[in-house]
């Protein structure tokens, strides 16, 4: 998918406005590098408070004073993203570190360039009404799970620290019915929610939830969104991925000084969502987005070990295989 790259003059006006705040947050800015660049995202799921910097920077025109026409995309399926971008039907696209290995294992063309969320959303989660009160106590219970591979290898190292095994515990895969799952009593646990999603729901809802991060449950920590693009697109046009980055940070900044415009930002993209429940997902979610969107390669380099060891992947990529953060806000381009 050739592109023209956008002008020198253009790249040095619009990284300037972004790095010095050319407009100031809450406010439509005009775009500085004249004509925009056609640019796509395709998000990992519908839009939910993990996208609030995203269309914060959106509605506020960061991505117009960058330089950049930014489509958003939703996925029929979380996993396509990541195909979607090694078949150059999209310039970037929103996916999951987990993912990102799984996809070199299978030797596409992709790499992470920055971090949404840069430490586990999901979270195993039951009720104190369960009266499970541990990892132990899980025995001879009911997990809903979404059936992900890579989260049934979640819950053999959650399990082994109570000395159980998968054997010990009844785990059914409900597909996107985690909360009816739990909530109407068909299981006594889930592994897949989000503390921010899932986990927020149900205090809304009184279900009084004990919400645990899998990295506190023995599971290598890892960033749980990431922004990934193919190796080549960025080879052939790099600029449009660090002004696209460059953009969000501001997104992301006006979003968590002003939480009630990215709330209405979220409930103009995605009508569908309920208000009430919005509003308390992004005060929940605003403090998990990473600032720095940077990635750390020691982390990477322990996760994937991890994945490695319980047969998800079957080499061991390097993290700058896996990642670069030469595209962040403050990097100088090479």
């Not at 509003?279 to 982390?299: G, Y």
């Not at 991890?306 to 998800?312: I, T, Y």
Request: proline fraction near 7%; include cysteine; charged fraction near 20%.
């Amino acid at each position: 998918m050739k592109r023209s790259r956008i002008p020198a003059l253009a790249i040095a006006a619009a990284l300037f406005a972004l790095a010095t705040g050319l407009a100031a947050c809450g406010e439509k800015s005009e775009d500085v590098s004249g004509e925009a660049q056609p640019f796509s995202l395709t998000l990992d799921f519908s839009p939910k408070p993990d996208h609030a910097g995203i269309y914060m920077a959106q509605k506020l025109g960061y991505f117009r004073q960058a330089g950049l026409d930014v489509s958003i995309h939703t996925p029929s399926d979380p996993a396509a993203p990541i195909k979607l971008l090694a078949a150059n039907r999209t310039d970037l696209a929103i996916s999951y570190e987990p993912e990102v290995a799984l996809a070199a294992d299978k030797g596409l063309d992709t790499v992470a360039v920055g971090a949404l969320v840069d430490h586990p959303l999901t979270s195993m989660i039951w009720l104190k009404k369960s009266g499970i009160g541990g990892i132990g106590g899980l025995r001879g219970k009911t997990i809903a799970t979404a059936g992900i591979p890579y989260q049934d290898a979640f819950l053999k190292t959650i399990l082994a620290r109570a000395n159980l095994s998968p054997a010990d515990v009844k785990a059914v895969n409900v597909g996107f019915g985690l909360l009816p799952a739990i909530a109407g009593g068909s299981a006594q646990a889930m592994l897949g929610g989000f503390r921010n999603v899932e986990g927020v729901d149900l205090r809304l809802r009184g279900s009084d939830p004990v919400v645990t991060p899998v990295d506190e449950l023995g599971v290598p920590t890892y960033d749980e969104l990431v922004l990934v693009a193919q190796k080549g697109r960025l080879e052939e046009d790099p600029d449009a991925v660090r002004l696209f980055i460059a953009a969000l940070a501001r997104g992301t900044a006006a979003a968590v000084e002003r939480p009630n415009a990215a709330v209405a930002a979220l409930l103009e993209a995605n009508p569908d969502l309920d208000p009430k429940l919005t509003r308390a997902e992004v005060k929940a979610t605003l403090p998990l987005l990473s600032r720095s969107a940077a990635m750390v390669p020691a982390e990477w380099a322990r996760f994937v070990a991890w994945m490695r060891d319980n047969d998800l992947i079957s080499s061991l990529p390097s993290p700058a295989e896996l990642l670069s953060n030469a595209y962040l806000p403050g990097r100088i381009p090479e």
